[in-house]
């Protein structure tokens, strides 16, 4: 069996999975991706996340939340709407949320006003946070870190390398969540320099599928389309840069996300033990 995986970050209700979800399912189990928390980015989105994470519960959990570029649709009735949800025993956070001033698709105003409403429901809630910060670091900050005292856990997704971001993140007390970006050549050189510098016990791994294909996956899939069971290249890309053994990454980055998510213990015993040592 290969090494017990989680995928924290996976839009499995996008439509691209439409024609072949079982089947994608399937292929993560064997990739040994056992539990996929799935992102809710909007109203319907976290309703729909919350519908696919009940067909298969234990092994799917989702997040309820309304991202920042759907934030100027944020109102009165999403903030309910996630406080409803995140009741459910499949929601095991609230986001995804944050700032994202990269593509400022929606204005920063009601992206500020999304994400603080939604920092004081994850207090409210006692739930943990899913974070996305691009280009919006010194906001994020400002919004962010006086609410840290009220929030159980917060993990910062997507890292994408930047080292004043790491360094504020991790002082925060914030986890970090690793995509593919990782294993970009080019634009992932930073995270490559910077994961080593993670405390293990910090780290989690995911997809962001269907975004975010890694590049290094060999022979070169066909399409561009990301799945959870290419958690592993994330995976090994983290393995070549840090110096602990593959297997201690593993169990460690699974556990931390068993730890976040208050998710309960794997089930089935040694399946996330390699088959040979
Ligand atoms: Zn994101």
């Given amino acids: 069996m290969p090494y017990e995986l989680i995928d924290i970050g996976a839009n499995l209700t996008h439509d691209s999975f439409d024609e072949d979800r079982a089947e994608m399912m399937q292929r993560a189990n064997e990739a040994g991706v056992s539990r996929m928390i799935i992102t809710g980015s909007s109203n319907q989105g976290s309703l729909d996340a919350v519908d696919l994470a009940e067909t298969e519960p234990g092994r799917l959990y989702a997040t309820a939340g309304v991202h920042p570029h759907h934030a100027a649709d944020f109102d009165d009735s999403s903030a309910r709407l996630i406080r409803e949800l995140a009741a459910r025993d499949s929601v095991v956070a609230v986001g995804e949320c944050g ?164 998710l309960p213990d794997l089930q089935d015993s040694g399946s996330h033990q390699p088959e040979t040592t």
């Fill in 99 to 262: 700032l994202d001033y990269f593509r400022n698709f929606s204005p920063r105003q009601a992206q500020l006003a999304a994400f603080q409403s939604q920092l004081e429901i994850a207090a409210e809630t006692a739930m943990p946070v899913f974070l996305h910060q691009r280009d919006a670091h010194d906001d994020f900050v400002d919004v962010l870190e006086p609410m840290l005292p009220r929030i159980t856990r917060a993990v910062a997704h997507c890292f994408t390398g930047e080292h004043e971001s790491l360094r504020e993140y991790l002082a925060m007390g914030l986890w970090i969540g690793i995509t593919g970006w990782i294993c970009d050549e080019r634009r992932g050189a930073g995270v490559k320099a910077l994961v080593p510098r993670i405390p293990l016990d910090r780290l989690m791994l995911e997809t962001d599928g269907p975004y975010l294909l890694p590049r290094n996956i060999q022979p070169k899939p066909s399409h561009r389309r990301n799945e959870p069971r290419y958690l592993r290249a994330v995976f090994d890309s983290i393995c070549e840069v840090r110096s602990e053994e593959p297997g201690e990454i593993a169990a460690t980055t699974s556990a931390n996300a068993l730890l976040f998510f208050n």
